[in-house]
């Protein structure tokens, strides 16, 4: 039976949700991660120790936090892409809450378009051959930090949707708008409203932000598998430098631990044994590049790389061995190897 707490929750849900599973903060004390706290135009979000503590009287659901989370634990209630479509015209029209004057129908509002990041571009890219942004006077606005994230997520989008074969142009339209209140229009409103109701029958007995840590699940945010999941083909001699994806390499003083991939909040660092040997691969395409697995490296082992491929990356294969010397076990580089580290 749900308390009177939890059916409050579920009829005036808080704004801004933090899936602690997700959230680099709440999996490691060493993550040091506090972006979403540093956009945050109101001050609602702070770092608490391993905690995002949320007042949720401050927060304006604005979404720029959500923006900001390299590894989408930060969700904003009502705010999606799912009623975006092209037109006749092959156009998706996106605009932010103080855009005014926008005509023509088959727009879809967002509080501010600072909530968009790569993924979400790389998307439409798949839908559109052109996604114009309609914004308000950023400048005026108090969620001015939104035009400057809108800015580097358009540039970043058509490059990356290039590299893989999408002929599309990401457009900034300023328009008249903006002010010193930031509001949502009425159809804006209603439009969030039927996507909270939907969300929170989907989340009914589910608690983000409170209670123990989950366990340490590795899950691709779903904004990265909407366009993943459908990516075709990838030209041959594409630069996948554009992308916003990252490879890794390894130094010799791997020994395969294991700790990178435990601490992986998506599963793209993975270690796998048999046969008296450990392998670890790197997967780009799910990669995040949140750096939590750099950071908690025992031997400082790991290094970011630009992806020479999308699909599994073998790093390092490390055999099982005991030293001929000091007789202690010890992961080697070479199978052929019988002296550990300690004993050359």
Known sequence: MASLETWLRILNPPPVRVERARCLTARHQAA?????????????LAVDGQTIAIDDRACVGCGLCAGACPTAAVQVRGVT????????????????????????????Q?????????????????????????????????????????????????????????????????????????????????????????EAGATLFEDWTEGPLAPLVQRVPARRRAWASRLGQVPAGA????????????????????????????????LTSGDGCCELAHRP?????????????????????????????VLATRWTRTCCFCRRPFMAA?????CCPYCR
């Open 32 to 44: 040091g991660c506090s972006a979403c706290a540093q956009v945050c135009p109101t001050g609602a």
């Open 81 to 108: 892409l799912e009623t975006a479509s092209p037109d006749e015209n092959g156009t998706v029209r996106l605009s932010c809450s103080q855009a005014n004057g926008v005509e023509g129908g088959g727009v879809t």
């Open 110 to 198: 967002l509080p501010c378009l600072g909530w968009l990041t790569v993924d979400h571009g790389l998307r439409l890219a798949q839908i559109a051959r052109r996604v114009e942004l309609l914004t308000g006077r950023c400048a005026d606005c108090p969620w001015a930090r939104g035009g400057e994230m809108l800015a580097a997520v358009a540039e970043r989008s058509e490059r990356a949707a290039r590299a893989l074969g999408y002929e599309v142009d990401f457009v900034v339209l300023p328009t008249s708008g903006g002010g010193s209140e930031a509001t949502v229009s009425r159809r804006g409103f209603f439009a969030l409203v039927g996507v909270q109701v939907r």
């Open 239 to 270: 630069d996948l430098r554009g992308l916003p994806l990252t490879g890794k390499q390894v130094t010799k003083e791997c020994n395969a631990c294991g700790v990178c991939a435990a601490a992986c909040p998506t599963g793209a660092l993975r």
């Open 285 to 313: 395409l799910d990669c995040l590049d949140c750096g939590l697995c750099n950071k908690l490296c025992p031997v400082a082992a790991l290094q970011d790389v630009k992806p020479a491929a999308l699909g599994n990356q």
């Open 334 to 338: 070479d199978p052929e190897e019988t």
